[in-house]
């Protein structure tokens, strides 16, 4: 299963809404999930299950979708949240695996 | 807490062999599923190979199949991955991860710092 992820690049400003969006070349149902990389860190797991927030991770994340399509929204951007966020599917069988990521950058 | 600490990364060169080590602490390792993940310099990440809990299943990435083997002691909490056969496109930071799992999937929860695994003549 092959994930797309877009844009690629999301250059935005403080407390404006940003929209991930991950495409998958068949159905995974709601077994997606979404990682934060910020630079010289591991990845940290913060939606699994498409839409399911992990403990501790802000309100402003918010995970959407179902099948194909699903979408990583940042309500208001923070100067923190400036990192490359990738989606993962973890449907049926592996392989598993990663979209390309979108780095956000915030101006 | 959860704590996950790779080892056994360093320059190496085609066609040589490298063990990677995760020791494990802060829960109970024979319990969990667990992955190797990696990350070529500046690029994304690719998942490698998973363990099951007890050992009884291991699959691998295309991209590895038939040149590394993951395993683990739960004895001694260590995972491990056997690297043969190293090509300069192994180049990457290897990251051990620990499944997290609800009623229905599971995804990596908790993640090392990685190591570094250099394949060069």
């Known amino acids: 299963i092959v994930l797309t992820q877009s844009p690629a690049t999301l250059s935005l400003s403080p407390g404006e809404r940003a929209t991930l969006s991950c495409r998958a070349s068949?159905?995974?149902?709601?077994?997606l999930a979404w990682y934060q990389q910020k630079p010289g860190q591991a990845p940290k797991l913060l939606i699994f299950?498409?839409?399911k927030r992990v403990t501790g991770t802000p309100a402003r994340f918010s995970g959407s979708g179902s099948g194909t399509d699903f979408t990583l929204t940042i309500s208001s951007l923070e100067t923190e949240d400036s990192a490359i966020y990738y989606c993962?599917?973890?449907?049926?069988?592996?392989?598993?695996?990663f979209g390309g990521g979108t780095k956000v950058e915030i101006k | 807490q959860v704590q996950l600490v790779e080892s056994g990364g360093g320059v190496v060169q085609p066609g040589r062999s490298l063990r990677l080590s995760c020791a494990a602490s802060?829960?109970?390792?024979?319990?969990?599923?667990m992955h190797w993940v990696r990350q070529a310099p500046g690029k994304g990440l690719e998942w490698v190979a998973l363990i099951w809990h007890d050992g009884s299943y291991k699959f691998y990435a295309d991209s590895v199949k038939g040149r590394f083997t993951i395993s683990r002691d739960n004895s001694n909490n260590t995972l491990y991955l056997d690297m043969n056969s190293l090509r300069a496109e192994d180049t990457a930071k290897y990251y051990c991860?620990?499944?997290?799992?609800?009623?229905?999937?599971?995804?990596?929860?908790?993640w090392g710092q990685g190591t570094l695994v250099t394949v060069s003549s």
């Open positions: 991860t620990r499944d997290q799992c609800t009623t229905t999937s599971c995804y990596s929860a908790y």
């Open positions: 068949q159905s995974v149902d709601i077994y």
């Open positions: 802060g829960f109970t390792f024979s319990s969990y599923g």
């Open positions: 993962q599917q973890r449907s049926k069988r592996p392989p598993l695996t």
């Open positions: 299950d498409a839409s």
